[in-house]
């Protein structure tokens, strides 16, 4: 009597199931092609990073915390921190990380920009899309792993999907957030000129809401490299996998050097896309 | 045949061809508003009617307005009073739910998105209350906006604009941000950027509201200075009757939605239309209103420039005053000369009065309002005179008067602070002014300002 009745079960966990079912068997050729985009973006990137000598890399980086932060300890810092992962011996595995970061980003930001501008042009799909937002967000990361599996199979693939699903939402919304944000009085202006809906989204609103994306940016790339540990569980090469295996074997100082190297990864790709984000409210016109 | 000219401005103005017309618009908010457009009883029902049947609200109620070519049409408002909306109509910024606006004598309520387009790059020009201008670019890419929306090259644009730029004075400013200009400047590039494309109709939403009252009033007389320049055909909305009166050709007082009085400032100040316009009217400062022309006096005796010193000074001693104006031929003022400066004059054997004007001399236009001729007395122990374009004496200006309107203008304020409380209640007001208004003197406190 106490108990919630029994008759009252909803079968979402069979509906999904055959729904995930239904598209493997059917619509496998898609998942073909999205999986060969998935694997062409890691693997462009896996090669470049680690074709490069690792003082390139660590120069590279250097450079660019110089460039972004404008402070004389950023590059003595970050850099550094690149060489401690180096000195722990982690050095590819952690570029096969920020390969499989910078992919899931790349194509986050493909798929996420343009869903954005699309969300902050109609009510209706914004209103849509919020709820499914949330929920992407909020479901626990691992609930993406089992789709990923059976759409992909073992390996980097779902790991890039994966991490996609997880790591797409910020961008969407903040880009959606950042035009809704652009003054009306603006785009009025821009109206009464004769400027198209095409000049206005280019010329006015991207623009003045690129400080707002790059914050959806900065918050897409640091939800990715937060993937990277969980995606490994697939069989995603790297830092991640690392730690999986320490954990297998408890071995407590070699988790802890892995564990240190992607807190140190993290801190780094964060202070970096952060500073150019702040850097762009600041941006002079060019002439 | 200069008379005749002269004369007939007024007719002239009335044969100029129509640029805009607005014909029965409607613009009503909410759901369905069609609905009160085409049923004939919810179109005269009143506002809060058609609210409660409908649930829409009626932002403007059968509008009809021409304005000419090279006209300078002001619409005036409080705020929710429509105006704001109609400007927007005219170049369907907001989409009027009946009615048409011709430009040119073509109906644009029909256009497609195109044909839209190309009328706002090529015909109008806008001015926003809130500038809008690009926060990221600078003036001078905001003031070739138009330009660059129209395909025009960059090289030719920035010529076009930095023409503009310096119009409105601000060279030197082209590379900087708008947001490191003050709220005046930044306007002038709206400004700039509106007549960049060379429009034929300026459209300007409340453009210098936003502005404190001396920057409002030195932007007023140079977009005054750029419509005698360029004579665009001018649309300006306002909420402010002193800026509407100063700067209109004509004006159409706007309340409601509806639009209750068309007519030249003269025409709505002499004859307001009904209560609403009367008490509009009464606001304003007279400071700012009344102008010299209708302040002026006669003076009680006028030299000429052939007479002698010697009879200048029996002249003014006569009338018993220790100054004159001084005229030459065809009535064209000359300067003032005093009993002092007539009698060195006699001393030094002189014999022609040019030789003893007093080279401190104020002179205004007729048109001018009193508010002007304050630093003008200020610097001047005399009276202003009042001269027409053609330099010729009109009459003149005694500091006591100036001083006199600007009291009655403090008193007013006082009134209006006791007063705020019941401003719904435009007559209770009126009978109020009138009786505090009786209670003081102004007169006894002028004589005494006019000496210090």
Redesign the interface.
């Known amino acids: 009597m106490m108990d919630f009745p029994g008759f009252l079960k909803l079968p979402l966990a069979g509906w999904i199931d055959s729904a995930v079912s239904w598209i493997v068997v059917n619509l496998g050729a898609i998942l073909d092609v999205i999986g060969d985009v998935l694997l062409g973006v890691l693997v462009a990137f896996e090669r470049a990073l680690l074709w490069l000598p690792w003082f390139v890399v660590l120069i590279g980086v250097a450079v660019l915390a110089w460039f972004a932060i404008r402070k004389w300890w950023a590059p003595v810092l970050l850099g550094g921190f690149l060489v401690i992962i180096g000195s722990f011996g982690y050095w590819d595995l952690a570029m096969m990380t920020l390969a499989l970061i910078f992919a899931a980003v790349v194509i986050s930001l493909l798929i996420g920009i343009p869903t954005g501008i699309a969300m902050a042009r109609s009510d209706t799909f914004a209103g849509v899309l919020r709820p499914i937002l949330d929920g992407m967000q909020t479901m626990p990361s691992f609930v993406y792993l089992i789709p990923a599996l059976m759409f992909f199979g073992l390996g980097k693939v779902p790991a890039v999907f994966a991490t996609v699903i997880y790591a797409v939402p910020p961008v969407i919304r903040l880009t959606n957030v950042g035009i809704r944000g652009v003054s009306q009085s603006v785009i009025e202006a821009a109206k009464a000129f004769g400027a198209t809906s095409r000049q206005i989204l280019w010329e006015v609103q991207l623009p003045l809401a690129f400080p707002s994306i790059m914050v959806g940016i900065n918050q897409t790339t640091m939800m990715a490299l937060a993937m990277v540990v969980i995606a490994s569980m697939i069989g995603a090469r790297g830092l991640g996998m690392e730690v999986l295996l320490a954990i297998n074997r408890i071995e407590v100082g070699r988790g802890f050097e892995a564990g240190l190297s992607i807190v140190m990864l993290a801190i780094l790709i964060d202070r970096i896309t952060h500073a150019l984000a702040a850097r762009q409210q600041h941006t002079k016109p060019s002439h | 045949m200069a008379e005749e000219e002269q004369g007939s401005t007024q007719i002239l103005d009335a044969d100029r061809e129509v640029c805009v017309e607005v014909r029965n618009l409607w613009k009503v908010f909410g759901p369905n508003p069609r609905q009160v457009v085409e049923d004939p009883e919810l179109r005269n029902a009143s506002k809060d009617r058609i609210l409660q049947d409908t649930g829409c609200v009626v932002g403007l109620r059968d509008v009809s307005f021409e304005v000419r070519r090279g006209e300078f049409f002001v619409l005036m408002g409080l705020s929710g009073s429509g105006k704001s909306t109609l400007i927007r109509c005219v170049?369907r910024?907001a989409e009027p739910t009946a009615g048409s606006v011709l430009i040119n004598g073509d109906d644009i309520v029909p256009y497609d998105?195109d044909k839209?387009?190309?009328?706002?790059?090529?015909t109008?020009?806008?001015v926003?209350q809130?500038?809008?201008?690009?926060?990221?670019?600078?003036v001078l890419?905001n003031v070739a906006?138009?330009l660059?929306?129209?395909g025009v090259p960059e090289a030719e644009r920035y010529e076009r604009a930095q023409v503009y730029i310096e119009k409105v004075g601000l060279k030197g400013w082209e590379?900087h941000?708008p947001a490191a200009l003050s709220g005046g400047m930044q306007q002038r590039v709206g400004i700039a950027?509106a007549l960049t494309?060379d429009p034929e109709i300026l459209?300007l939403d409340e453009p210098f509201s936003g502005l404190d009252p001396l920057i409002r009033r030195q932007m007023q007389d140079e977009l005054m200075d750029l419509q005698a320049e360029l004579q665009k055909t001018l649309l300006f909305v306002t909420h402010d009757l002193t800026e509407a009166l100063k700067v209109a050709d004509r004006m159409a007082i706007m309340r409601d939605g509806e639009i209750i009085q068309i007519g030249s400032p003269e025409e709505v100040i002499t004859n307001p239309s009904d209560s609403y316009v009367r008490q509009f009217v009464q606001d304003a400062s007279p400071t700012k209103v009344l102008t010299a022309r209708s302040v002026m006096e006669q003076p009680p005796v006028l030299l000429y420039s052939w007479q002698g010193p010697k009879a200048a000074l029996q002249i003014l001693r006569d009338a018993n005053v220790d100054s004159a104006f001084v005229v030459a031929r065809k009535g064209r003022l000359l300067g003032m000369v005093t009993v002092e400066g007539l009698v060195r004059l006699i001393r030094r054997r002189g014999t022609r009065l040019r030789d003893a004007l007093d080279p401190d001399l104020a002179t205004c236009s007729a048109d001018a309002v009193v508010e002007d001729l304050v630093p003008m007395v200020a610097a001047s122990r005399y009276p202003v005179a009042v001269v027409d374009e053609d330099e010729r004496f009109l009459g003149e200006v005694y500091v006591s008067t100036i001083i006199a309107t600007m009291i009655r203008e403090q008193e007013e304020e006082e009134e209006e602070e006791e007063e705020k409380a019941s401003v719904e209640q435009a007559e209770v007001v009126d009978e109020d002014t009138g009786v505090t208004r009786e209670d003081s003197s102004p007169t006894g406190d002028s004589g005494e300002g006019a000496k210090s």
């Open positions: 170049i910024l998105d839209l387009g190309e009328l706002r790059r090529s109008t020009g806008m926003f809130h500038f809008g201008l690009l926060p990221h670019r600078s890419d906006y138009g660059k929306v129209r590379h941000l950027r494309g459209l």
